[in-house]
């Protein structure tokens, strides 16, 4: 047989060790040409067409929404129509082998006879358990989970409880059953790598905004009147304290970032990413914003890459805008604790934060005196003649209002050329 073209699962993003098919274009054998898409993977961030690069004939090895590991063989182009092998959906159970060779095999099953392929992560199992590939004959592709099958090798913890989530009954009469994209999947595997160890706990504590704003939109073009920026900037400079709550558990160890970078979680009808901004401890707040903004731009295009979502050592979500007054925030995977931001009260003046930490990495006394320092450090940015804001006083030349006036000068109390007692504002005073 002559191969023209091998298509294997490609590497898109470190954060994608598998990719699901979701549109095969043409019929198995069918003539391609040059630059034909072949196919469409679906990433955890966009989707990705498969170009032919030869004219040939098409070999497929993968089914529309099925899950490929990285590297896995998913088609082939042949240079003869003659040389497309049959496409053969087999059957295979655990334990089971079915070939000539097994006569306990069930003779009605297909059988394969062409060459066997290997995904490498199977390869590698293989080798470490002394499986020979004897024990796949008759079967067209073999993947990690056929040899850990054959191998009696059973799953973590996670894996178990996910596939006891999925085989619960399911009456078609009575729902409507839709499966899971592969931004959910992924989003359920990230997550519960932390939770379900079940060591984790969440503290809350209010912050007063009293005024909070008069100072910080100073520092702030675009987001004006958003925690967010605030939050990130002084959680950055706290982490290089609080050490434990910029790492993670590995399982045997603590793994303690040596750059802080905190990312922050967005959603909007893309799926869930946390998005990082580097070396968060070296930025203003105005930087910060910047980076928000841009990399907002970029969730929105498709155009992030790797490195925008690769080693956060602490995770911000905002929900200040989803009018919810407080939440557990779930901690992310590779990470040990997350911040979350729940919506100002604007009859009480303040907003509820929550910090979620992993108790295998730190303790509650840890994480309570940065939650502490943590709202002091906002508190901070509250302006001490905030009150004076909520009284209708105005300069008595041009009118404006002292409520207009957010660069926090302030006005001056003066006598009028009438003798009454009022307010002038700063640009009046300096005679423009």
Not at 179 to 208: C, D, F, H, P
Not at 319 to 335: D, H, K, Q, W, Y
Not at 382 to 410: A, H, M, R, V, W
């Amino acid at each position: 047989m002559a191969i023209l073209q091998q298509i294997k699962v490609p590497l898109i993003s470190i954060n994608d060790t598998s990719l699901t098919v979701v549109d095969i274009l043409f019929a198995h054998g069918a003539l391609v040409k040059m630059g034909d898409i072949l196919l469409v993977f679906e990433t955890s961030k966009t989707t990705y067409d498969v170009l032919a690069e030869i004219d040939g004939y098409i070999e497929y090895r993968c089914n529309r929404e099925t899950d490929y590991e990285v590297n896995e063989l998913v088609a082939n182009i042949y240079s003869d129509e003659n040389e497309v092998p049959e496409k053969v959906v087999i059957k295979y159970e655990a334990n089971k082998v079915f070939s000539k060779n097994h006569p306990s095999s069930d003779e009605t099953m297909p059988i394969w006879h062409g060459q066997t392929f290997f995904s490498p992560a199977a390869i590698q199992l293989m080798e470490l358990k002394g499986i020979g590939s004897a024990a796949f004959i008759g079967k067209d592709f073999v993947s990690l989970e056929d040899v850990m099958q054959l191998g009696k090798i059973t799953k973590d913890q996670e894996v178990q409880a996910s596939k006891q989530i999925a085989s619960l009954p399911v009456d078609m009469e009575k729902v409507i059953v839709e499966k899971l994209s592969s931004n959910k999947k992924r989003e359920i595997a990230y997550l519960s790598s932390v939770q379900s160890a079940g060591l984790t706990s969440t503290i809350n504590t209010s912050v007063n905004t009293d005024g909070i704003f008069v100072h910080i939109n100073q520092s702030l073009k675009h987001l004006k009147n958003s925690l967010l920026p605030v939050f990130i900037y002084e959680s950055a400079r706290l982490l290089q304290k609080y050490q434990p709550l910029n790492a993670y558990f590995t399982g045997d160890a603590i793994a303690c970032y040596k750059e802080v970078n905190v990312g922050f979680a967005i959603d909007i009808d893309k799926g869930l990413k946390v998005l990082k901004i580097a070396n968060t401890s070296t930025k203003g707040m105005k930087e910060i914003e910047q980076e928000i903004i841009e990399l907002s731009n970029k969730y929105l295009d498709d155009s992030l890459h790797f490195n925008d979502l690769a080693d956060i050592g602490f995770t911000v979500t905002d929900l200040s805008a989803e009018g919810v007054a407080f939440f557990t925030p779930l901690i992310n995977m590779m990470n040990s604790a997350i911040l979350g931001i729940s919506s100002i009260d604007e009859k009480l003046h303040r907003c509820m934060i929550s910090l979620s930490f992993d108790h295998r990495v730190t303790e509650g006394k840890l994480a309570a005196r940065f939650l502490k320092e943590l709202k002091e450090r906002v508190e901070s940015y509250q302006s001490k003649y905030y009150p004076l804001l909520n009284q209708e006083i105005g300069c008595f030349k041009c009118f404006k209002l002292l409520q207009e006036d957010l660069s926090d000068t302030g006005f001056v109390k003066c006598i009028t050329p009438k003798g009454e007692e009022a307010y002038i504002c700063q640009s009046c005073l300096k005679g423009f």
